[in-house]
């Protein structure tokens, strides 16, 4: 879900082969399109998608909180999380779900995992797929990895809990 670079084909590949040992071949599709595209098209549908006139935003806290102050204070709880582990999340925020997906494996607590997995990521996960088009001929190759990471969550963590929405003002 990081913005594609030169190993994004390999990477991709390893990810296909990890799903398929449990049996999940959806993320294919997504395999098939890095493969098919060249590095420039990559970069600009990855830009479209999640950052100028963004389809979908892949910071957990605003697709969940927006702008309310509830996001700041999971800012500074990830934050937190992240440096007790030594995981550097780079130029983005704490909630930016790649850097996210890169802690949860570090994390050593597993209830702690869980917990926000069920009651932050994974509902926003949920959010951010329901944020694609849903015309076939529309489709975004990234709302397909989202729903592999959605799929691995059920798997790995069950069914998430259901979100409370948040009133922006």
Not at 56 to 77: I, P, S, W
Not at 140 to 159: C, H, K, M, P
Request: aromatic residues 10%; negative net charge.
């Amino acid at each position: 879900m990081n913005y594609p670079t030169a190993e994004i084909k390999d990477d991709v590949a390893k990810c296909c082969e990890l799903l398929s040992a449990y049996g999940d071949t959806s993320f294919e599709g997504f395999d098939e399109y890095i493969k098919k595209n060249n590095p420039e098209r990559l970069e600009e549908v990855y830009t479209a998608t999640f950052d100028v006139n963004a389809v979908c935003h892949l910071d957990v806290g605003y697709v969940l909180f927006g702008e309310d102050y509830k996001r700041g204070e999971m800012l500074v709880h990830l934050s937190r999380a992240h440096n007790a582990v030594q995981n550097r999340w780079g130029t983005e925020l704490p909630d930016h779900l790649p850097n996210v997906l890169n802690l949860l494996p570090l994390m050593q607590d597993r209830v702690e995992r869980e917990d926000l997995v069920k009651k932050m990521v994974h509902p926003a996960v949920r959010k951010m797929i329901e944020s694609f088009d849903k015309n076939p001929e529309k489709a975004n190759a990234y709302r397909f990895a989202l729903e592999t990471v959605d799929r691995v969550f059920v798997q790995d963590f069950g069914e998430p809990e259901p979100f409370p929405e948040v009133e922006n003002e």
